[in-house]
C-alpha cells in the first residue's frame, strides 16, 4: 500500500496518531504537499464523508476524522510555504454566521498562504457585520466566504447585500465556495467567482487579483 494510501486509510480509520506519522514520513520522502493533500487527505476525507451520509459512521467519527485532518494540514503548512512563491495580494476569509465547518476553509488558506497570499483567517461563525467591519477597516484584497451547510448557504448573499448597504461591495473582490456553493448560486448573489476547491481557490484568486 502506498504512503498516501495509508494517510487515506488512517483518516477511515479514525486513527489521527497515523494520519500524522504518515504525512509526517511522506513529507520526509520528498512527496509534493499538494499530492499528500489531493492523494491523501482529501480522498480519505471524501471517504469519510460518504460513509457519514450512508449512517455506516456518526459525529463522533467525523469529528476525529476532522481533528486527524486539521492535525495533518498543519504538518503540510511548512510544506506547502516551502513549495510556495512570491507574495501576492492581501485575504480575508470565514466561515459565515451558524456555520463551524472549517477544514476546507483552512485548507484553502494553507494552499493561499504557500502560494505568497497574506491571509487572515476571520474564523467560523463570523458574523456578517463582522466581514463588512473588516473590509472597511483593514481593506484586504479578497474576501472569501465559506459555507457547507444549506441552513448557512443564504449567508453569503446576506454579506454582499450588506457591504452594498454599507457602500463597502466596489471596495472588495468576493470569493464563495463550500461544499453547497455552485457557480450557479455564485453568479445569482453577485460574487465575483466560485471555486470548487483549494487549488482552483488559488488560481481565481490571482486572476481576480489582477482583473
Ligand atoms: Co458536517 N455536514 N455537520 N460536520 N460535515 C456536512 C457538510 C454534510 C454534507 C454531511 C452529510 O450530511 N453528508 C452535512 C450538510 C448537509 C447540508 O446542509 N447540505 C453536515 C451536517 C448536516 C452537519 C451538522 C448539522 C450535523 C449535526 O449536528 N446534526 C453539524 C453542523 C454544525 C454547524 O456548522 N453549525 C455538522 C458538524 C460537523 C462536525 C463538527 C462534526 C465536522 C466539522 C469539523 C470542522 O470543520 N472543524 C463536520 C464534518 C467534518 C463534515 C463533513 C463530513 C466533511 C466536511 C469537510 O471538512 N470536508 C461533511 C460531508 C462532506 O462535505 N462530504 C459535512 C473536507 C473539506 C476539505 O472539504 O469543506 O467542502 P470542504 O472544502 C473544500 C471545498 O468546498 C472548497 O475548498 C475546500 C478544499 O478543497 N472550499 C472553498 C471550502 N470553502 C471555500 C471557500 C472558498 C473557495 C473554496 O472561497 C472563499
Not at 504518515?22 to 480519505?44: C, F, K, S, Y
Request: hydrophobic share 45%.
Amino acid at each position: 500500500m502506498s504512503r498516501l494510501d495509508e494517510i487515506a486509510n488512517s483518516l477511515l480509520d479514525f486513527d489521527g496518531i497515523r494520519t500524522s506519522d504518515w504525512t509526517r514520513v511522506a513529507i520526509e520522502e520528498g512527496v509534493p504537499a499538494v499530492e499528500i493533500l489531493n492523494r491523501g487527505l482529501l480522498p480519505g476525507m471524501k471517504n469519510v464523508g460518504e460513509r457519514f451520509r450512508s449512517g455506516d459512521i456518526f459525529l463522533p467519527e467525523v469529528l476525529l476524522a476532522g481533528k486527524a485532518m486539521k492535525e495533518a494540514m498543519a504538518l503540510l503548512k511548512p510544506a506547502f510555504q516551502r513549495e510556495g512563491v512570491s507574495r501576492r495580494g492581501t485575504f480575508a476569509i470565514g466561515t459565515v454566521k451558524d456555520d463551524i465547518h472549517d477544514i476546507g476553509k483552512n485548507l484553502v488558506i494553507i494552499m493561499l498562504e504557500g502560494n505568497g497570499w497574506e491571509v487572515t483567517d476571520l474564523g467560523v461563525d463570523v458574523p456578517t457585520e463582522e466581514f463588512c467591519s473588516v473590509v472597511r477597516d483593514k481593506a484586504p484584497d479578497m474576501l472569501g466566504l465559506s459555507a457547507l451547510l444549506t441552513t448557512t448557504v443564504m449567508r453569503l448573499q446576506e454579506v454582499i447585500h450588506a457591504l452594498e448597504a454599507d457602500g463597502l461591495r466596489k471596495k472588495v473582490k468576493i470569493m464563495v465556495g463550500g461544499a453547497v456553493v455552485t457557480q450557479a448560486y455564485a453568479d445569482k448573489i453577485g460574487a465575483d467567482g466560485y471555486a470548487p476547491n483549494a487549488v482552483e481557490a488559488v488560481e481565481l484568486a490571482e486572476l481576480l487579483l489582477n482583473r
